[in-house]
């Protein structure tokens, strides 16, 4: 290494860490229609935000501040029920929501500027680092080997990349770095094809990566940065106002900024799209993401649920939830969340359930019925293909809901479809004998 690295052993309480919360969450929608991005459901009982904290409990790292603005509620409800540390431990996981002061009545503008308008708050933490990671990515990272790179590197700030390839690159912010990973060049979602091939990874960097790769690969951004808190304050002291457009290739022109390698599963799942496809894939033999890893375990809301009850049916590449009670129903590669209901002859294919807040009394189920409301589930011989059903719907029964023969992307009557995937929202209700 080069001259100026240091010592990587650090102590824990020197770092803080930072959740960004997101924005208002437009690409996920109609999912974040009530809640922000990190508080959407994930995997049948979790919650996205709960893939960065567990990250950070996991790495031994328990000083953790969440930044929120966007439909927070239900997010700070999780978190607070969630999260709780003894009294001799100085772990804990703050909720800093967006505000209005008599010195500023802006809210968030951007990542940098979340940040930026908390800075205050971090004053009183004696802290040298600032690990700074997005709330809407699954992923599971060793962040301490993340920081020990940071500390021997001497860098002043560490951005972790994943290689992608060529088809992907253009979605990315794109780094190219030197032979000891300094980050020499950023380029925001490059679109040029001759642009794209001088930012390729040499040959070289893919043989120390013990890469063997079929075509081009290239360095894109994870949103995922560790500061000197110094280099930090000083990078925030003027008006920039996200990490990934002003701040990062503003330090790259003279600061001393390097690139951390990361080779596991992550995934963004900030679109209907990738949240889909990222959900099922867990219902499948070999997931590319493991929940089942007990040396670092994803954690969440104990709810102290029973276990879910099977009354007949066909059941292949499923994964259900705690407290669901599935009558003679046929699930085919799907996820099912909490609470769940699924009357008899009902079919739930390649789709998401997110189950239910609470169980409905037989009292609450004949109120409803008298309204023509069904009950909280999915009603008999009703059929799912393809779907999300988020939290607290009624589904009726005979329904049918599939994307077959319908638009790309199009807003119903109580549903959407995105990405050629039906969304039927929070509390959505789809009466008896419907057709989507």
């Known amino acids: 290494m080069e001259s100026h690295s240091r010592s990587a052993v650090f102590l824990p309480r020197e770092v803080i860490s930072v959740v960004l919360g997101g924005g208002a969450g437009t690409r996920l929608f109609p999912l974040t229609k009530d809640r922000s991005k990190p508080a959407v459901p994930l995997a049948g009982k979790y919650r996205i935000v709960d893939i960065p904290i567990s990250n950070c409990l996991n790495s031994g790292l328990r000083r953790i501040f969440l930044l929120t603005q966007f439909n927070s509620s239900s997010l700070h409800r999780h978190v607070q029920q969630s999260y709780h540390f003894d009294e001799f431990s100085d772990g804990f996981v703050e909720i800093m929501a967006a505000q209005q002061t008599p010195s500023s009545t802006a809210w968030y503008q951007g990542t940098a500027d979340a940040v930026r308008q908390n800075l205050q708050h971090f004053a009183n933490s004696p802290h040298k680092y600032v690990l700074i990671l997005s709330g809407d990515q699954l992923y599971r990272m060793n962040l301490q080997q993340l920081i020990e790179q940071h500390i021997q590197s001497g860098a002043e700030v560490t951005v972790a990349t994943i290689p992608v390839n060529r088809c992907d690159a253009g979605s990315f912010g794109i780094m190219q770095i030197d032979q000891d990973e300094r980050i020499t060049r950023f380029e925001e979602k490059p679109q ?21 790769a079929t075509g081009d690969l290239y360095l894109a951004s994870m949103g995922i940065y ?193 990405d050629g995937i039906v969304v039927v929202p929070k509390n959505g209700i789809i009466r008896d004998g419907t057709i989507l």
């Open 226 to 418: 560790v500061f000197d808190r110094v280099v930090l304050e000083k990078a925030l002291a003027g008006k920039h106002v996200d990490f990934g457009k002003h701040i990062i290739p503003n330090l790259i022109k003279g600061g001393n900024i390097f690139a951390y390698i990361y080779q596991g599963y992550w995934e963004d799942i900030g679109t209907i799209k990738a949240f889909f496809d990222a959900n099922l894939d867990l219902a499948n033999e070999l997931p590319k993401f493991n929940f089942f890893d007990t040396q670092a375990p994803i954690y969440t809301h104990a709810r102290y649920l029973p276990a879910s009850k099977i009354v007949r049916g066909k059941l292949d590449r499923a994964v259900i939830s705690d407290g669901c009670v599935i009558v003679d129903a046929t699930i085919d590669h799907a996820v099912i969340g909490i609470r769940s209901r699924i009357e008899a002859g009902a079919v739930v294919k390649d789709s998401i359930l997110m189950g239910h807040d609470d169980y409905e009394t037989p009292r609450e189920m004949e109120a409803a019925a008298a309204k023509g409301i069904p009950p909280l589930g999915v009603g008999k011989n009703t059929h799912i293909e393809r779907a999300i059903i988020d939290k607290n719907a009624r589904i009726g029964a005979n329904v049918r809901i599939s994307p077959q023969g319908k638009p790309e992307n199009y807003d119903g009557d109580n549903y959407y479809i995105r």
């Open 192 to 212: 040029d094809p001759a642009m794209l091939d001088t930012l390729k990874v040499d040959s070289g960097t893919l043989a120390e990566m013990n890469i063997q």
